[in-house]
């Protein structure tokens, strides 16, 4: 572990393809929504075009990767650098590293994968049902409470916990290797999901490319993380969206334009 040692006393470092993947996702976002390619990304044009459900799937996670990109590295970058440092004493540093990076996006593959999945059932039930059809607001406004109390669990704390402490993570369970690479860019990627999926929820719900949800959401899901108050955050943020759907479960009308389309 004197790989470590040396590591945690440098956490500046960051090799130039992260900040570049992070600048390059944001111009991607930008110009999808300039350019309108943004909202023919999204779930629900996909979903109800006439396309084949696995092309739009693939196309999907095609622009998530962009958005994960551009969201939740950002909030990462502790760790990142910090694995960085380590890794720059051992053979083929650049694998290690995108192995490192290869075993964190295939956690948020999944989680767009079942997101999408799941976003396909809910329209099928919307299709099927004219109660639901007459009030999808529901939906939308359950998103919002689900985010709002998830902010109070015991498993947002935890894993908010380890993502705030990278360096007795990475004490733990380092290994040398693209394999013992990709294992920690997993696990490092489960705990960032816990910490982070249900306002990734709401991203998803507000569409690829919607760039003030992009904006605020990474704000705060990084502050969470990286913050000297980020723990003061947490609950001031979930009184918020407990607020915020308690109105627009009162009174449909509140909710906002990018959730309304989102079923």
Same mark, same amino acid.
């Given at each position: ?47 109800? /075009?006439?396309?084949?459900? #696995?092309? =739009? !799937?693939?196309? @999907? &996670? ?7 990109? +551009? ?17 720059? /004493?051992?053979?083929?540093? #650049?694998? =290690? !590293?995108?192995? @490192? &990076? ?7 593959? +999944? ?22 059809? #007459? ?129």
């Amino acid at each position: 572990m004197s790989a470590l040692a040396r590591g945690s006393s440098r956490l500046g470092g960051l090799p130039v393809a992260i900040p570049a993947a992070i600048a390059g996702a944001w111009a991607l976002a930008i110009a999808a929504e300039a350019t309108g390619v943004g909202h023919r990304l999204h779930h629900d044009a996909l979903i109800d /075009g006439h396309m084949a459900f #696995g092309v =739009a !799937l693939v196309l @999907f &996670l095609l622009a998530w990767q962009a958005m994960v990109a +551009a969201m939740m590295l950002p909030s990462s970058l502790p760790m990142m650098s910090l694995f960085h440092r380590v890794v720059a /004493g051992q053979p083929r540093p #650049g694998r =290690a !590293l995108a192995a @490192f &990076l290869g075993g964190y996006a295939l956690v948020w593959t +999944a989680f767009g994968w079942a997101a999408f999945c799941g976003d396909g059932t809910i329209h099928y039930a919307v299709d099927h049902s004219a109660w639901l059809r #007459g009030h999808t607001w529901l939906i939308s406004g359950g998103v919002l409470a689900l985010a709002g109390a998830f902010q109070f669990s015991a498993l947002k704390d935890r894993c908010l916990t380890v993502c705030r402490h990278p360096y007795g993570y990475l004490l733990e369970h380092y290994r040398r290797g693209p394999g013992g690479a990709f294992a920690l860019g997993r696990r490092h990627g489960l705990f960032c999901l816990g910490c982070c999926w249900a306002l990734m929820l709401l991203m998803f719900a507000a569409g690829v490319a919607n760039l003030w949800w992009m904006a605020g959401l990474t704000a705060l899901m990084a502050y969470e993380k990286t913050g000297a108050r980020g723990a003061r955050a947490v609950p001031v943020a979930g009184v918020a969206l407990l607020v915020w759907a308690a109105v627009v479960l009162a009174h449909p009308a509140w909710l906002p334009a990018a959730l309304a389309g989102s079923v």
